[in-house]
Each structure stands twice: as structure tokens, then as C-alpha cells.
């Protein structure tokens, strides 16, 4: 990173994010991000999600600032020492989930998540899920509302929600987590190496419709979900040395 970064400033439409946005862009001036050194995304964790999704493949750091409701991916906002800030950053590069998703028209749908790929039963009856790794069949059938798949980043919001655990960064695995699961009822999921092929099989998806979701993109109707660790895409957050994703994720183990 040069000296003095290229910054692209991308802002959620919340209104203090886009004052912040104006605030910034005068005092910094701005660039796209295709041509920037760095990304500097204002707004929530879902805007987050947003953006390293829509600029993921350029290959650039993304600083994010809290300007909205949830910032466990963000920094705190303040407008008067950015550079400054951004040069003591410290990265965390996270490798996403790929998600492969055949619906019951034949479509077959790709997408990544950063957070968790879940599937969700679509109607008042419980899901039937068959889980295979790596080919094999570890639980034939899962009767339950959903079930979800979380890398270390994304473990500490919906999946740790479904009480899944909360991993380390840099583990190299990966959560499976039931969502209200009937039978087996004392099954609590597993703990995988990032590396696991995981393939939900519905069954019954007929009567048993299910949705699959990787972050906010859901696909209708599937019947077959694949999901695998990406092998070519990594994206780097920066965070302020006090508040590092990883001390993050530790703290989040012990608050009570």
C-alpha cells in the first residue's frame, strides 16, 4: 500500500452513514475502488457483507467504520485520524464459503457467504435433511427447522444465535449447526475442518420445501446444497489494533 492509500469511500443509505460519507470524501477526496488502495465501507455489519460482496474479487483491504446497528466487522467511527488509523491496522484474511444450490426446476445457483450459508424450512413442517462429508452420509436424516454452516468470522452471529459455537480465527474449520432440531434433539452439530465437503440432500423437498441462504442471497426450493470452503477467493479486513477480529471473537466466548 502506497504511502498515503487510495481510498474508496462506500456508504450505506442510512443518513449518518452518508454525511459521514460526504464528511470524508471533502476532507479525503476520493476514488473508485477498482482504482483505490483500500476500501473504506461506512455503515453496519450488513453493509459490510454488501460490499465485500460486490468488491470482493478486486482483491483490496476493506476498513470499516460503524455507522449502524450491528459492527462486530467494524471499527468504531471517527473522522479526524483515518490515515493514521488505517496505516496501524492490523489484517484478518478471511477465506469465504462456496455455496452450490440445485433447485427443484433444475437451476443450479452458486453464491458466497463470509458470515454462514443456512437452509431454512420455507413452510409450517419441519425440514428432512440428509448430511453427507466428503461424500459420505454422517446423519441420514434431520428433522428440524434448518440447519446452517458458519466460517470463524460469521460463527459469532447467527450460527452462535442457534448456539453453535463461537471458533477462532485462523482455525481452519468451519461450524455445522442444526436450527431447532427435532430429531436427532440432542444432536448439537460438529466442529469441521475448513477443508469438508458438506452436501445437504432434501428430502421429501416437495412436501418439505426448504430455502437456502449464503449471507442475504436466498435461493427457493432446493434440493441439493453443496457447500465447500472457496480455494481462490480471500478478502482482508483491517481492524484498530484495540479491537481486533480476533480478540473480538475471543471476548465474545466470556461475556455473560
Keep these: 500500500m502506497s504511502q498515503t492509500p487510495r481510498i474508496a469511500f462506500l456508504a450505506s443509505p442510512a443518513e449518518e452513514a452518508q454525511q459521514a460519507l ?11 475502488p477498482e482504482q483505490a488502495d483500500v476500501l473504506c465501507a461506512l455503515g453496519g ?17 476493506v476498513y470499516g467504520m460503524k455507522l449502524g446497528t450491528v459492527g462486530f466487522l467494524m471499527n468504531q467511527y471517527r473522522g479526524d ?3 493514521e488509523r488505517i496505516s496501524a491496522a492490523e489484517p484478518a484474511k478471511l477465506r469465504p464459503l462456496e455455496m452450490q444450490a440445485l433447485t427443484e426446476s433444475g437451476a443450479t445457483i452458486t453464491s458466497l457467504a463470509y458470515n454462514e450459508v443456512s437452509l431454512l424450512r420455507q413452510t409450517r413442517q419441519a425440514a428432512h435433511v440428509c448430511i453427507d462429508l466428503n461424500g459420505q452420509t454422517r446423519l441420514p436424516e434431520l428433522i428440524c427447522d434448518g440447519v446452517l454452516t458458519a466460517t470463524p468470522a460469521g460463527s459469532t452471529a447467527y450460527n452462535f444465535s442457534a448456539h ?33 465437503e458438506i452436501r445437504f440432500r432434501v428430502l421429501d423437498p416437495y412436501k418439505r420445501p426448504v430455502s437456502a441462504t449464503a449471507d442475504s442471497h436466498e435461493v427457493r426450493d432446493v434440493v441439493e446444497v ?7 477467493r480471500t478478502i482482508t479486513l483491517l481492524f484498530d489494533p484495540e479491537h481486533n477480529l480476533e480478540e473480538r471473537i475471543l471476548s465474545e466466548q466470556f461475556m455473560v
Design 81 to 83: 485520524d483515518l490515515l
Design 164 to 196: 453453535g459455537p463461537i471458533l477462532p480465527l485462523g482455525s481452519q474449520t468451519i461450524a455445522l449447526t442444526p436450527i431447532a432440531p427435532f430429531r436427532p434433539r440432542r444432536w448439537r452439530g460438529a466442529i469441521l475442518k475448513a477443508d469438508t
Design 22 to 32: 460526504a464528511a470524508l470524501t471533502d476532507r479525503h477526496g476520493g476514488t473508485t
Design 226 to 232: 453443496t457447500i465447500r470452503e472457496s480455494r481462490d
Design 45 to 61: 455489519d450488513g453493509f459490510m457483507l454488501q460490499t465485500l460482496h460486490r468488491h470482493g474479487g478486486l482483491g483490496k483491504p
